[in-house]
């Protein structure tokens, strides 16, 4: 049982490139987040999902896109890629929206 | 609206000592709440959760808190800091209103001295 797994660990991007941060889970749960974690600001929601098929925007959404064609998958994409979207992302997922969450180990992304 | 205060963003104390760790709520209706803890280049990891049930929580690693309605509080306690325990802390409320929200805190780091 891996939990939640995301990949790559590291990545640097030039502006302007793209990426897919991947996220995956083994615990059939249906809730799946992303956020991002900046220096003394806490979490911010990206993008949850609360099942296959089904995403809604969070708080922090714009530059960002994602999908759930799978219960297990959920990949974040990032296009064109700025500096203001160097942080710290974590995937989560939760057997329901109220549950407790489960993280992932992050990746660290630099946009230089 | 929910929201979730953790005072101090840094805390420090020396190993042996009590640690006390803060949080307060909003919330509408009856919350969940959780601590979590994160240690360096690590992910968020569940310490304990109130889900209205018993009103003091045990967690791991000697950790406890306390839900306290009329304070609308939710604080963190340890009797006795180890080193081991420094890491960022952070206090999250779960609730539903037509969907579910859960609200993290901007978290309070924890430094133990020796």
């Known amino acids: 049982n891996a939990g939640v797994t995301q990949t790559p660990k590291f990545r640097i991007l030039k502006i302007g490139q793209s990426m897919t941060l991947q996220c995956a889970q083994d615990m059939n749960h249906n809730y799946m987040y992303w956020y991002r974690q900046d220096p003394g600001m806490g979490l911010k929601l990206i993008y949850y999902s609360v099942g296959a098929g089904i995403t809604d925007k969070g708080e922090v959404p714009n530059g960002y896109n994602v999908s759930r064609s799978t219960t297990e998958d959920f990949p974040l994409r990032l296009e064109l890629a700025a500096p203001s979207q160097t942080s710290v992302y974590f995937c989560a997922s939760s057997y329901q929206g109220r549950d407790e969450q489960y993280f992932g180990p992050g990746t660290r992304l630099t946009v230089t | 609206a929910q929201s979730v205060t953790q005072l101090g963003s840094h805390v420090s104390v020396s190993e042996g000592a009590l640690v006390l760790l803060r949080c307060n709520y909003s919330?509408?209706?009856?919350?969940?709440l959780f601590w979590y803890v994160q240690y360096p280049n690590q992910g968020l990891q569940l310490l304990l959760k109130y889900t209205s049930a018993a009103t003091l929580v045990k967690g791991i690693n000697g950790f406890e808190a306390e839900f306290k309605k009329s304070e609308t509080s939710f604080h963190l306690t340890k009797p006795s800091a180890h080193m081991s325990d420094a890491a960022e802390y952070f206090c999250?409320?779960?609730?539903?209103?037509?969907?579910?929200?859960?609200?993290f805190g901007a978290g309070t780091r924890l430094f133990v001295k020796a």
């Open positions: 919330s509408s209706v009856p919350p969940y």
């Open positions: 999250a409320v779960s609730v539903t209103t037509g969907g579910f929200k859960t609200i």
